[in-house]
């Protein structure tokens, strides 16, 4: 089969972050396998920057093309740093492997749907104009990412009616869920829900769900997990990644 003009498909490596969790794996697993039902032609494999195996070296290993795509919510330090210094080390020592590197799933329109989706499976109607949505991330030391959910709360209170869209963080920033949901309750919101961005379930979910609970939410809903949303950016962003070094050697 062929794929702009190509015999067959480059190779997708969907880097996750990885965790002593098997919850974690199995979620990526499952995200690949709806990919693999949207594109039979294009081979698929997962890597990880740690706690599971492959690395993305050895995920690499028997290939001389790949499109490496960060199965990853928000750009940081893994990245702006982990990821580029691991390809920049292997095509340095390997200069005949080409890699098209793409952009991190998020900030993207089609993730607040998944979100979305999540919290109508709890019970939450989209929009509900007496509701108060706390989106919380598992939280970075780069003010950036921190930033960049903050801003994709603020896009879905601009789309939707909601009571009100604000952002916390599981670690590493404020306010934390429970705080933000204090905050709401003491602000007068009728009723406030929790929208975790994150991918998969563990221990960063357990602990949002248990302190945004403790602190009087109604509702929190699940992670992500294996969205269709989900797999249809990461083939948008393989796509996109593919198309813009296409001409160039490496990446």
Avoid: C, K
Wanted: aromatic letters at 4%.
């Amino acid at each position: 089969m062929t794929w702009h003009g190509r015999e067959t498909a480059v190779p997708l490596v969907a880097v996750a972050h990885g965790s002593r969790d098997p919850r974690a794996a199995a979620t990526v697993e499952d995200v690949l396998a709806l990919v693999r039902r949207a594109r039979p032609d294009l081979p698929v494999r997962a890597a990880y920057l740690d706690h599971t195996a492959p690395t993305l070296a050895g995920a690499l290993a028997e290939l001389t093309e790949a499109a490496v795509v960060p199965l990853l919510l928000t750009e940081a330090y893994h990245s702006r740093v982990d990821i580029p210094g691991v390809l920049a080390e292997l095509t340095a020592r390997r200069p005949l492997l080409r890699v098209h590197r793409g952009a991190t799933l998020g900030p993207h329109p089609l993730l607040v749907t998944a979100l979305e989706r999540r919290l109508a499976e709890a019970g939450v109607r989209a929009g509900d104009p007496r509701t108060a949505v706390v989106l919380v991330s598992a939280g970075s030391s780069d003010r950036r990412a921190n930033a960049t959910v903050s801003g994709i709360a603020g896009e879905w209170a601009g789309r939707r009616g909601w009571w009100s869209v604000t952002a916390a963080y599981a670690s590493a920033a404020e306010p934390t869920p429970g705080q933000e949901v204090r905050r709401l309750l003491d602000a007068g919101a009728p009723r406030v829900v929790v929208a975790p961005y994150l991918l998969a379930p563990g221990h960063f979910a357990e602990g949002i769900r248990r302190d945004a609970l403790a602190a009087g939410a109604e509702v929190v809903a699940d992670v992500l997990g294996a969205a269709p949303e989900l797999a249809a950016v990461l083939i948008e962003r393989y796509e996109r990644a593919v198309r813009a070094t296409a001409g160039s050697a490496t990446a």
